[in-house]
Nanobody, 126 residues
Framework: QVQLVESGGGLVQAGGSLRLSCAAS????????MGWFRQAPGKEREFVAT????????YYADSVKGRFTISRDNAKNTVHLQANSLKPEDTATYYC???????????????????WGQGTQVTVSS
């Protein structure tokens, strides 16, 4: 069973930055595509960013493109989300997710992910 634990959330002013981290254990992390999703109160969980198994390909939601960067370190079994120029509408619980398909490509489809972390809260004040 793959375990994912997010960290790095917090309260920031609009225009500020946060670096979210996800630590993985179990499974074969280096073969999995990874993603970040977020969910605000009263809304569905939505795609934010994804990275393929090797880190060579990334894809972002239009709402965060140019502001957020996803990266991974397979030697440390970690994935990160650098979130810059934060806006109040970025406020949400952010979830790390893993697609267990070996050597997986980037995917923005929520149902293709097999494992999820518990989430970390990001709050952006105006």
């Amino acid at each position: 069973q793959v375990q994912l634990v997010e960290s790095g959330g917090g309260l920031v002013q609009a225009g500020g930055s946060l670096r979210l981290s996800c630590a993985a254990s179990g499974g074969t992390f280096s073969r999995y595509a990874m993603g970040w999703f977020r969910q605000a109160p009263g809304k569905e969980r939505e795609f934010v960013a994804t990275i393929n198994w090797s880190g060579g390909n990334t894809y972002y939601a239009d709402s965060v493109k140019g502001r957020f960067t996803i990266s991974r370190d397979n030697a440390k079994n970690t994935v990160h989300l650098q979130a810059n120029s934060l806006k109040p509408e970025d406020t949400a619980t952010y979830y790390c997710a893993a697609d267990r398909t070996p050597y997986g490509t980037t995917t923005y489809v929520r149902d293709e992910y097999d494992y999820w972390g518990q989430g970390t809260q990001v709050t952006v004040s105006s």
